[in-house]
């Protein structure tokens, strides 16, 4: 017979890797990485314009095509942003609840439920994942999509497993970095990725859980009104750029094709590694 989850335990000393400590090897990597955590006033300032850039996106679809949304009629959206999720998933299920740590990510989540006329079904609340989650309440099914920004994954994982009844999925980077391709060559600094979706699953397993590996991919990449909002997106990503740095950023966006509108239109392929496990 195979074992039970044994939840909580760090291995049993047998397994190597199990016995590894992947919270203290999160945050190195997280202090190491190229990209740096952004504030929710940092959010809150590209609200609009992401959300913009978002419509249209295969990648909704293809996140809802992998939930297993048996036994699920409530759900938790931690990350919500402005509701690219919450919004489909409050027209199949009887309750979300959508948290964001913007508040302007949450202003125009309300405005997209009350144009699909899901507002009665949406509740949406500020909440960061380094929070008290105390009066959270627990749904059948939580998720998030793209927003693991915390600065502890293994407690940000615990969090989502205590609040759900039934079962969680999470969207992490699995490749595809920004910094990949030309742009590196461009910049010239090194690119330490944040840690991304393997210590997710490792930390999964040594709490005893068994998560669902499953990927998916975005092409086409983004566009951008001039080269101004280009070299903006590029320092939002890896912080401040030396002078040098940005002239060459400024001299690659002039490079870069245009669209039909005049944007300009940089390519550019993610992929995403979508988690899901029962609790
Ligand atoms: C890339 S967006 C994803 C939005 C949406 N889940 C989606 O997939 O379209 C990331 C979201 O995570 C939120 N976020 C980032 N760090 C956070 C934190 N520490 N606590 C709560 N929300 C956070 C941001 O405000 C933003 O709305």
Known sequence: MIQGRGRGRRGDGADELMGLDFGAMFRRQAAASSYRPRSAAEWDARAVARSRREKGSDYVREFLARVD???????????CGSGN?????????????????????LRLLKAAAAEAGVEDRIAARRLAWEDDWSRVPRADLVICSRAMDAEDMQRALSKMCAKAKVRCCVTLHAGGFFLDGELRTVLRRPAVPRPGWLYAVNMLAQMGYLPRVDYLETHGGLSYADVDEFVGSVRWRVGELTAAEARRVRAYAGRLPRGEDG??????????????WDV
């Open 69 to 79: 949304f048996s036994g699920v009629r409530t759900a938790i959206d931690m990350g």
């Open 263 to 276: 944007g300009i239109l940089h390519r550019h392929d993610f992929r995403w590694a979508f988690v899901s």
């Open 85 to 105: 999720l919450a919004v489909p998933l409050a027209r199949r299920l009887d309750k979300v609840w959508a948290y964001d740590f913007a508040p302007g990510m």
